[in-house]
């Protein structure tokens, strides 16, 4: 069983930046693609992010040229940065390790989730 740990959530003013951490608990990274999901208040979850084990990236059009996925290998750690943050990105933030590909196709059963963190874009 792998445990996902995200952190680095907060309240941060309209165009402000944030980067959230996804602490993995066993070396994953070779096998699994890592997505970064977010959920809005009465909307669904929606995949923000992707980074493959071939480091391909792939991101959702509304965040596309503000947000960068990356990892660390060695500290079995992903990242994704928020840049130029806009009121409309306050969600919870959860990453997801994806063994499969199925988040390629819109599916939400992935292998492991973490628990979230908030995101809150306010002035």
């Known amino acids: 069983q792998v445990q996902l740990v995200e952190s680095g959530g907060g309240l941060v003013q309209p165009g402000g930046s944030l980067r959230l951490s996804c602490a993995a608990s066993a070396s994953i990274f070779s096998i699994y693609a890592m997505n970064w999901y977010r959920q809005a208040p009465g909307k669904e979850r929606e995949l923000a992010a992707t980074i493959t084990s071939g480091d391909s990236t792939n991101y959702a059009d509304s965040v596309k040229g503000r947000f960068t996925i990356s990892r660390d290998n060695a500290k079995n750690t992903v990242f994704l940065q928020m840049n130029s943050l806009k009121p409309e990105d306050t969600a919870v933030y959860y990453c997801?390790?994806?063994?499969?590909?199925?988040?390629?196709?819109?599916?939400?059963?992935?292998?492991?989730w973490g628990q979230g963190t908030q995101v809150t874009v306010s002035s």
């Open positions: 997801a390790a994806d063994r499969y590909r199925r988040a390629m196709v819109g599916s939400l059963s992935l292998d492991y």
